[in-house]
């Protein structure tokens, strides 16, 4: 009688389905640093795997779709997620971008002020000759 070795069957298995699972997920990170168009047929090339096999994958399904519709959902061509902009950032660039403008304005009223001046100063002197 032959031994049962199915454990070696059952454990190579288990070590390809996490090998696979593992190149979906590595492609999927590659093309949102990228910012390449993910779709599943990309996916599918790119870590070499079916894409009925990503359709099985409830996880790597659900994050395929999510960043294929954060694509969609933004104008123009996807920016890589290293170059995306977060909530806070922008509203830091937004004060920064006020306080700038307040500057300026500052600026611009104590240049007219001194505009005036000036040109008060050239004109008494044209009048009194």
Known sequence: MHADN????????QRRHE???????QALRDLDRE??????QIVAQKAQVSRSWLYTQPDICAEIRRLRDVQRGSAGASLPASQRSTEAS???RLEVANAR????TTEN???RKQLEHV???LRASTMAR
Do not use: C, N, P, Y
């Open 90 to 92: 922008l509203l830091r």
């Open 109 to 111: 009223q104590r240049l």
């Open 119 to 121: 040109l008060g100063q």
């Open 101 to 104: 403008v307040r500057d300026l």
């Open 35 to 40: 910012g390449g168009a993910v779709t599943f």
């Open 19 to 25: 090998t696979t699972r593992a190149k979906a997920t």
């Open 6 to 13: 199915s454990h070696h069957l059952i454990a190579a298995a």
